[in-house]
């Protein structure tokens, strides 16, 4: 167990976050109580920007290694992963562009530009397998928060959407609900082209 995990954090050390994440999975299935291969797992998660799988591997983590003998500063550490992760997973598009809320077309088509040049899979193509898997899942990101932003129609509703959701639950017509799911008639049409990463 011991050597297949050192085996996980070499690969994790050395980019290869696939390969790190298979032998943290091998040492969980032959020790579940091996609380270092979760974190493991889900740090090589976080870098190749699989937020909603690592944040399951943090709160397994959490929920497995809060105990009398836990140090503080370790769960602390866990805890300020896990909500990275919820960070990322609800990043809205104009986040992902690096934009202000409701900002204009032109800061939007220039924002993509700079991104589009610096993340595209093609400028990446001689580095490692998973390093460009990261890249391709950044531009992705990057380009579906384009397509909803750069098209005017489905700018306009997501833009109404992301007001709606801004106001305090007792503005918005319900009755002080808590829920996050949106209470309009609007169809989220840009959320075919959400890809959380």
């Not at 954090?9 to 290869?16: G, L, P």
């Not at 969980?28 to 797992?41: E, G, I, K, P, T």
């Not at 001689?126 to 579906?144: C, K, N, V």
């Amino acid at each position: 167990v011991r050597l297949r995990y050192n085996l996980a954090r070499a690969f994790h050390r050395s980019d290869r976050w696939m390969q790190a994440r298979e032998q943290a999975t091998l040492v969980l299935q032959l020790d579940s109580q091996y609380l270092n291969a979760y974190a493991l797992r889900a740090q090589a998660a976080m870098s190749a920007l699989d937020w909603a799988a690592a944040k399951e591997d943090w709160e397994r983590l959490l929920e497995r290694g809060a105990g009398p003998h836990s140090s503080p500063e370790v769960l602390r550490a866990w805890r300020r992963r896990q909500d990275e992760c919820c960070r990322q997973l609800a990043q809205d598009h104009y986040e992902t562009l690096g934009l202000p809320p409701l900002a204009e077309p032109e800061e939007v088509r220039r924002a993509y530009r700079d991104l589009a040049r610096r993340w595209h899979p093609d400028k990446h193509q001689s580095r490692s397998l998973d390093l460009r898997g990261r890249a391709a899942q950044r531009f992705t990101r990057i380009r579906h928060a384009y397509e909803v932003l750069s098209d005017e129609g489905l700018k306009q509703r997501y833009d109404t959407q992301l007001q709606h959701e801004a106001r305090p639950p007792a503005s918005r017509g319900g009755l002080g609900s808590h829920s996050k799911e949106p209470e309009s008639d609007i169809e989220p049409h840009w959320a075919d082209h959400e890809q959380t990463l």
